[in-house]
């Protein structure tokens, strides 16, 4: 019904044919004969052509009123698009474990939102499994894992290489043979990975040791379970927490020794009493990635997350 209503609208502001058709650069015949057709598909007239200039019908009021509201409501929906597109406006959510927040929210996420202030930006901790069922519900556009996704569903992005290390309590026995393997603040900064040949040390070396560890379904325990079946060792598993920070405040409790990521060690306020070592196995080496689902457009506040997220881990010596 509101076909070729821009020309419908147009004579109606010029009241003439071929004042519009002029303006529209089209010969005012076909002006005329492309309305009229129009009139006819509709079943009543839009114009009186018998006044001079010509007027609306009672019908062409109602018409032309329900164009204005068309044009309105377009007018405010490209409002908004250019709002969203230039992030003036707009609403990004991110799901991540604790240990991927802990790394990227005195960083990424704060520089975001400042360069950024308009984006709601809604970041919910959580696990990885937890995490791709709200990134499948579409309650969250990104989320960040090591945990490896269907990339036939999934885009993925690389965003950092990691290292599994173990931070055991400093006056444990084991740790006296081990001081030159030990590491230190400057290693965690210059990158674990590099370290590897002159610092990293067996899991059996760790074989009496009691563990705290993470619940069966987070992928850390999984790559933690299968450094130990590599060496073919039953861990001493005293206790199972929901996360990695809790974890590691029971080791400086004194109460075992726990795994994490290298990232995560230059968040912690404090090394006091704690001894790290890099582990030596093909499970301990592992990569973040970004993740959203194919099926939706990746929105500009979503390109600009990935991207400052990529540039800012360039930036940082941690490998």
């Known amino acids: 019904m509101f076909k070729n209503k821009e020309y419908v609208f147009l004579v109606y502001k010029e009241r003439s044919f071929s004042k519009a058709a002029e303006k529209l650069h089209i010969s005012q015949p076909s002006?005329?004969?492309?309305?009229?057709?129009?009139?006819?598909?509709?079943?009543?007239?839009?114009?009186?052509?018998?006044?001079?200039?010509?007027?609306?019908?009672?019908?062409?009021?109602?018409?032309?009123?329900?164009?204005?509201?068309?044009?309105?409501?377009?007018?405010r929906m490209h409002s908004l698009v250019s709002d969203v597109d230039k992030l003036q406006k707009g609403h990004l959510s991110i799901g991540a474990s604790s240990l991927s927040i802990s790394y990227f929210v005195p960083e990424t996420i704060a520089a975001f939102k400042k360069a950024h202030p308009y984006i709601d930006l809604n970041i919910l901790e959580t696990s990885t499994l937890k995490s791709k069922q709200l990134l499948d519900t579409g309650e969250v556009d990104l989320i960040i894992t090591n945990r490896p996704l269907d990339t036939k569903e999934y885009e993925k992005i690389f965003l950092y290489h990691e290292h599994l290390i173990l931070a055991i309590p400093s006056n444990y026995p084991v740790n006296k043979n081990l001081k030159a393997k030990q590491l230190n603040r400057e290693d965690f900064k210059n990158g674990v990975t590099y370290l590897l040949n002159k610092k990293s040390v067996s899991i059996s070396e760790f074989a009496d040791v009691p563990f705290i560890f993470l619940p069966k379904d987070n992928y850390l325990r999984f790559c933690t379970d299968m450094l130990f079946e590599e060496k073919k060792i039953l861990p001493n598993i005293i206790l199972e927490v929901e996360e990695t920070a809790t974890a590691y405040n029971f080791v400086q409790y004194g109460l075992g020794a726990t795994i994490f990521g290298d990232t995560r060690v230059l968040g912690l306020n404090t090394y006091k009493q704690i001894a790290f070592y890099a582990i030596n196995s093909k499970y301990a080496a592992r990569d973040a990635f970004i993740y959203y689902k194919k099926s939706v457009l990746r929105t500009r506040a979503m390109h600009e997350f990935i991207e400052m997220s990529i540039s800012r881990v360039k930036n940082r010596p941690i490998t």
């Open 31 to 75: 002006l005329s004969s492309t309305i009229k057709k129009l009139e006819d598909k509709i079943g009543l007239p839009i114009f009186n052509r018998k006044t001079n200039p010509i007027s609306l019908t009672q019908f062409g009021v109602e018409y032309i009123l329900s164009i204005e509201k068309i044009i309105e409501i377009e007018n």
